[in-house]
């Protein structure tokens, strides 16, 4: 397993050098130009020049990068073109709050999905079956700034149980932390668990009607033993599937949620540097998404090796 995960890592390298240099090269061609946003619109053609040769803006695309790769690959991120701070510190503050509201979004949708999709397989074109397939249905039709407007309207203007906006670190306050997180991990869970419980559902339908399944239940093994050790564990596969595709583009898919509740995470950086004209930043964010987005698709190959030894790294 070892070499495998190392031979994984040998081939993100052209991925990232490809990607990055894409991402590059593409926000460099933005229209608009940065200096209006330091110097200000009434700044002189001459001072804009100026300030062009200084920040090297004047020089090839291929020469910027290679410039900011070589600053980047020595730990030096930039600095922000708006308010000069280091990009490495803005990360530093921005990541765990990205990371949090991922996490906890998809362990809720874990919990939620995957016992609600159990359950209808098992109730099958009954009642319950009915009940759930609606409920996932509307989680998945459902959009999301719609729903953060909802929840906000209901926990915090009407009933006055939760904060609106706002994030205080976890180890400053746990509590107020978590009551912070409570609405945007619902509005991205509901989808989330939603896609989880039909992925789940279709699964277990396929792996109920198996062979090994029915002699288990002739070995006089407890419906218990059945669904958990039988037949969930083989119909793992496609659900770790949509999990890690689920949480690879969370990572950088959770701008809208972090705009509604103010939430200082990766998604609202990218916003701000894509309106602000700050390259360093948003650079470095896009990046930070592209990696952990390929870190977690190759902890969902790892995970297939674990689930089922059939599978062959």
């Known amino acids: 397993m070892l070499n495998y995960i190392?031979?994984?890592?040998?081939?993100?390298?052209?991925?990232?050098?490809?990607?990055?240099?894409?991402?590059?090269?593409?926000?460099?061609?933005?229209?608009?130009?940065?200096?209006?946003?330091?110097?200000?619109?009434?700044?002189?053609?001459?001072?804009?020049?100026?300030?062009?040769?200084?920040?090297?803006?004047?020089?090839?695309?291929?020469?910027?990068?290679?410039?900011?790769?070589?600053?980047?690959?020595?730990?030096?991120?930039?600095?922000?073109?708006?308010?000069?701070?280091?990009?490495?510190?803005?990360?530093?503050?921005?990541?765990?709050?990205?990371l949090e509201l991922t996490f906890l979004s998809m362990l809720l949708s874990v919990i939620v999905g995957i016992p609600l999709g159990i359950i209808s397989a098992l109730k099958r074109n009954k009642l319950t079956d009915s009940?759930?397939?609606?409920?996932?249905?509307?989680?998945?039709?459902?959009?999301?700034?719609?729903?953060?407007?909802?929840?906000?309207?209901?926990?915090?203007?009407?009933?006055?149980?939760?904060?609106?906006?706002?994030?205080?670190?976890?180890w400053e306050d746990p509590i107020a932390n978590l009551q912070l997180m409570v609405m945007p991990c619902l509005m991205i869970g509901a989808s989330l668990s939603a896609l989880i419980l039909r992925q789940t559902r279709?699964?277990?339908?396929?792996?109920?009607?198996?062979?090994?399944?029915?002699?288990?239940?002739?070995?006089?093994?407890?419906?218990?033993q059945v669904i958990v050790q039988h037949a969930l564990r083989n119909a793992l596969i496609p659900i770790v599937t949509i999990i890690g595709l689920q949480f690879g583009g969370l990572i950088g898919g959770v701008v809208i949620t972090e705009m509604i509740f103010s939430l200082p995470g990766l998604g609202r950086m990218i916003v701000e540097g894509i309106f602000e004209r700050d390259f360093a930043p948003l650079q470095a964010a896009i990046l930070f998404v592209v990696v952990g987005t390929l870190v977690i698709n190759l902890i969902t190959d790892l995970t297939y090796a674990i689930l089922d030894k059939r599978v062959k790294l």
């Open 131 to 170: 009940v759930i397939s609606v409920i996932g249905m509307a989680g998945i039709a459902l959009p999301h700034f719609w729903a953060g407007i909802l929840l906000i309207m209901l926990f915090s203007v009407q009933l006055g149980w939760l904060p609106p906006s706002g994030y205080v670190p976890i």
């Open 6 to 98: 190392l031979r994984r890592f040998l081939h993100l390298l052209p991925i990232l050098f490809v990607v990055s240099f894409v991402v590059f090269s593409m926000l460099l061609l933005l229209p608009g130009d940065p200096t209006v946003a330091l110097l200000g619109e009434n700044a002189s053609e001459a001072q804009r020049a100026a300030l062009r040769v200084k920040m090297g803006f004047d020089q090839p695309i291929y020469v910027q990068y290679f410039r900011w790769l070589t600053s980047f690959l020595s730990g030096d991120f930039g600095r922000s073109l708006r308010t000069q701070e280091p990009v490495r510190e803005m990360l530093l503050g921005r990541i765990p709050v990205t």
């Open 202 to 224: 279709a699964s277990m339908l396929q792996v109920m009607s198996e062979d090994y399944v029915r002699t288990a239940r002739a070995k006089g093994a407890s419906e218990f």
